[in-house]
């Protein structure tokens, strides 16, 4: 069973508390664990738990805060005092033997406000423990060694101008690390340190507000104010910390806009467009944003007429812009007032209104040089059709508004007239008809006409002239399209066989009455009605008509009513048909009389696609036959140099003489003259060759050589009509010891060698040469 522990408490300022726990009535007699006695605990005469000590206390030696005690100490040094738990050994260490508990360094409450640790008595000797543990909290007191700091300053705030008195703006708050439950280091009092008299502090909240009213952002837009926060309540000694808060005034629609001027001049010449700029006005306003977009209106009805004013794009000024085309002859400046509204007013700041402002606006208007005007903007004329060449058509009117007195010159732009249909007088500009009009073939000519002044032609204008071509009564009324009806033999009386209606190409004969008129007589074997509409009804008269086989055409004589009236005369065929007895047409006579005289429609066909055929052969053999000439031509026409033909046959060597002519290669003393008679022709392939004749003895010069060889390749027919190349065997009469080729020898012309001794005579380099051409003779006996 634990013994009684005893705890002293020595305070540093000399004086300390001791507590005590009362000891049990009976020792422990053995270890947990081992069976022993009953043990009984009486009550202790005080419970402790915490001990305090002062924080950021730096001594020279090591603090006792307390200690710790034993009533089973009996001071024979048998007992050992054992401290474990937070801070043990390092920050705090005990004496085994006597139980005092120490501070080795300096603590911060703010980095750690308590410790907790464990006491316990044990036998030295055994470890036995002698008191069960006991825990105990010391506590770090806290001293104000902390000043208030503002984790989010420095602050930023906006709040609208013009502002009433206790506007709130921000809220600002410091922290202080000192404990706020012990004294009154961490109770802080907030006050302004600048940015009196804009701005106040709540002492306890820290809620900055405006202080005085009617804050203008356009005289000062910006305040730095300076807030403390002080601790201990504020009162000397207390440590202190301080942030800025930066305040600006946002802008509200207190100013109402002001023209700079009250005058303002412009100028524009007559030529300027519409919707060209004539200048800009701005009225002055010192608030922001949307608070200075304003809204501009010309006042006057004068200048509204003339010139329109808009706002630009940023919405600050105001672009004045030319409505409608400007004259200098006929005015020559413009008056008017213009005004400049807010479009955003706060009802709040009325008071300071009225939010617009009125300038005076004069435009003088420049004179510039124009091209001539015409009268009319179009011009509408007319002229009967059929007219001569040279019918005045109409005038066209054109001045130079600066200077009336200049003369004009008119033409007609070729490409609004390409049938040169009229003219146009230059100086006076009246237009005549240059051709004869129609017009059924055309109504309506829109012609432009160019009025250029004489004293510079690029001032010059067009204008459109339609001109209409008026109708006249020329055209005699026609049958709408040509009629080929038909009737059955067995029609009865009086039947309705076509309706036939009549076309006029005059317009007054269109709109007038057109008159049909048949065949009159006793005779006639058809009858005409006018229905008096445009339209005519063929009927099949009282007598029918005798059939036949021909058709029946019928004369129809038309006329109008114009002025003059014209008239003609058509006609309808009418077939007598043979019909079935539901009316529809069996056969009639006209295609009967054709089908046994004549083919019918299946054969003509079949003769018709028979001659195709054949003229397509035609063609396709023509074409064959004039691709291979094209052919052979070009093989003619290349030359034949160029292609190269292998033989797969070998020749025959030296003792073959049969292949060509061996005596080509010979000594040019056994060559013969050319055979006599005229030069055959070279531009045809001779039929039969010419076979070569033993030549005579020939010249014994080269250059006569190659002259008698030329010659001979001129005049021979069968050679290449090309030059080629010939190999000589003939070397020429320089040297002493004559030809040195195989083919002048005397072996291949029946001859018997000769002498060898020039050969011998040259030296021991020509040794083997006279063995192979020469004789030796035999060694003398």
């Known amino acids: 069973m634990w013994g009684l522990v005893r705890l002293l408490l020595a305070w540093l300022g000399g004086w300390g508390c001791m507590g005590r726990l009362a000891a049990p009535a009976r020792a422990w007699a053995g270890s947990r664990g081992h069976p022993g006695p009953a043990l009984l605990r009486t009550r202790r005469s005080w419970v402790w738990n915490q001990f305090f000590v002062i924080e950021e206390y730096a001594g020279p030696e090591p603090v006792l805060i307390g200690k710790l005690h034993s009533d089973v100490d009996r001071g024979e040094g048998r007992t050992k005092y054992l401290l474990t738990g937070e801070g043990a050994g390092t920050v705090f260490v005990i004496d085994e033997a006597t139980g005092n508990i120490h501070v080795t360094k300096s603590l911060d409450r703010e980095e750690k406000a308590q410790y907790v640790l464990l006491a316990q008595a044990v036998d030295r000797a055994s470890n036995r423990p002698l008191e069960p543990p006991s825990e105990f909290i010391i506590k770090v007191q806290d001293i104000n060694d902390n000043p208030p700091i503002f984790p989010l300053g420095p602050y930023h705030a906006t709040v609208p101008e013009m502002s009433n008195v206790g506007t709130s703006v921000i809220q600002v708050t410091a922290h202080d690390a000192d404990d706020p439950s012990y004294g009154n280091s961490a109770k802080l009092v907030y006050t302004v340190l600048d940015g009196l008299p804009f701005f106040s502090v709540d002492p306890q909240t820290g809620v900055?507000?405006?202080?005085?009213?009617?804050?203008?952002?356009?005289?000062?837009?910006?305040?730095?104010?300076?807030?403390?926060?002080?601790?201990?309540?504020?009162?000397?000694?207390?440590?202190?910390?301080?942030?800025?808060?930066?305040?600006?005034?946002?802008?509200?629609?207190?100013?109402?806009?002001?023209?700079?001027?009250?005058?303002?001049?412009?100028?524009v010449v007559e030529t300027a467009g519409p919707g060209t700029l004539v200048g800009r006005l701005r009225a002055q306003d010192p608030d922001l944003g949307d608070n200075a977009l304003m809204a501009y209106s010309i006042l006057d009805g004068e200048g509204s007429e003339a010139f329109s004013i808009s706002t630009d794009s940023q919405g600050r000024d105001g672009l004045l812009t030319v409505r409608k085309p400007l004259d200098f002859e006929s005015r020559r400046s413009y008056s008017f007032r213009v005004e400049a509204t807010n479009t955003l007013i706060d009802p709040a700041y009325l008071r300071r209104g009225p939010f617009k402002d009125v300038a005076s606006v004069r435009v003088?208007?420049?004179?510039?040089?124009?091209?001539?005007?015409?009268?009319?903007?179009?011009?509408?004329?007319?002229?009967?059709?059929?007219?001569?060449?040279?019918?005045?058509?109409?005038?066209?009117?054109?001045?130079?508004?600066d200077s009336p007195a200049s003369p004009i010159r008119y033409s007609i732009l070729p490409h609004s007239d390409p049938e040169r249909c009229f003219s146009i007088q230059p100086e006076e500009g009246t237009i005549h008809t240059a051709a004869p009009l129609d017009r059924e073939a055309r109504v309506w000519h829109n012609l432009t006409v160019l009025a250029t002044e004489l004293d510079s032609s690029a001032q010059a204008s067009r204008v459109q002239v339609a001109i209409q071509t008026l109708d006249e009564n020329d055209n005699a009324p026609q049958l709408a399209e040509p009629y080929d009806t038909f009737v059955c033999d067995s029609a009865a009386p009086g039947q309705l066989i076509q309706v036939?209606?009549?076309?006029?190409?005059?317009?007054?004969?269109?709109?007038?009455?057109?008159?049909?008129?048949?065949?009159?007589?006793?005779?006639?074997?058809?009858?005409?009605?006018?229905?008096?509409?445009?339209?005519?009804?063929?009927?099949?008269?009282?007598?029918?008509?005798p059939p036949r086989h021909a058709p029946y055409l019928v004369p129809i004589e038309l006329w109008d009513w114009g002025q003059p009236a014209l008239s003609s005369t058509a006609t309808v065929t009418v077939s007598v048909c043979r019909c079935q007895p539901d009316g529809s047409v069996a056969s009639c006579w006209p295609e009967a009389h054709l089908s046994a005289a004549g083919l019918s429609t299946g054969a003509l066909l079949a003769?018709?696609?028979?001659v195709g055929a054949l003229l397509a052969l035609v063609v396709l053999f023509v074409a064959l036959r004039r691709q291979k000439?094209?052919?052979?031509?070009?093989?003619?026409?290349?030359?034949?140099?160029?292609?190269?033909?292998?033989?797969?046959?070998?020749?025959?060597?030296?003792?073959?003489?049969?292949?060509?002519?061996?005596?080509?290669?010979?000594?040019?003393?056994?060559?013969?003259?050319?055979?006599?008679?005229?030069?055959?022709?070279?531009?045809?392939?001779?039929?039969?060759?010419?076979?070569?004749?033993?030549?005579?003895?020939?010249?014994?010069?080269?250059?006569?050589?190659?002259?008698?060889?030329?010659?001979?390749?001129?005049?021979?027919?069968?050679?290449?009509?090309?030059?080629?190349?010939?190999?000589?065997?003939?070397?020429?009469?320089?040297?002493?010891?004559?030809?040195?080729?195989?083919?002048?020898?005397?072996?291949?012309?029946?001859?018997?060698?000769?002498?060898?001794?020039?050969?011998?005579?040259?030296?021991?380099?020509?040794?083997?040469?006279?063995?192979?051409?020469?004789?030796?003779?035999?060694?003398?006996?």
């Not at 000694?237 to 001049?265: C, H, I, M, R």
């Not at 019918?391 to 508004?401: E, H, K, M, N, R």
């Not at 003769?607 to 028979?610: G, L």
């Open 607 to 610: 003769i018709i696609t028979c």
């Open 364 to 401: 003088a208007v420049q004179d510039a040089p124009e091209p001539p005007a015409f009268t009319q903007a179009a011009y509408h004329l007319t002229v009967p059709e059929n007219k001569a060449p040279g019918t005045l058509v109409g005038q066209i009117s054109a001045a130079d508004l």
């Open 208 to 267: 900055v507000r405006t202080a005085i009213p009617n804050m203008d952002r356009e005289t000062q837009e910006e305040f730095l104010v300076v807030i403390q926060a002080k601790d201990m309540g504020g009162h000397m000694g207390g440590l202190s910390g301080s942030t800025t808060v930066t305040v600006t005034l946002s802008d509200v629609n207190d100013n109402p806009p002001k023209f700079p001027q009250s005058l303002y001049q412009f100028s």
């Open 500 to 545: 036939i209606r009549a076309l006029d190409r005059d317009e007054v004969g269109n709109s007038s009455h057109v008159s049909f008129r048949g065949p009159l007589g006793p005779d006639a074997n058809f009858t005409v009605r006018d229905n008096r509409d445009g339209s005519a009804s063929l009927l099949l008269p009282s007598r029918p008509a």
């Open 629 to 781: 000439q094209e052919a052979l031509m070009v093989l003619e026409e290349e030359d034949v140099r160029e292609n190269i033909i292998t033989y797969d046959d070998e020749g025959g060597g030296e003792e073959d003489t049969e292949a060509f002519d061996i005596t080509a290669l010979q000594n040019p003393d056994g060559a013969a003259p050319p055979a006599p008679g005229p030069p055959a022709r070279r531009d045809v392939l001779p039929r039969a060759r010419v076979s070569r004749q033993p030549r005579p003895p020939g010249p014994a010069d080269v250059a006569q050589l190659l002259a008698l060889r030329l010659r001979e390749a001129d005049e021979d027919p069968g050679v290449p009509p090309y030059d080629s190349v010939q190999v000589y065997g003939y070397e020429g009469r320089g040297s002493s010891c004559g030809s040195l080729s195989s083919l002048g020898s005397g072996s291949e012309a029946g001859g018997a060698p000769g002498p060898a001794e020039p050969l011998d005579d040259w030296g021991p380099l020509f040794r083997t040469l006279a063995e192979l051409y020469g004789v030796k003779e035999p060694p003398a006996p």
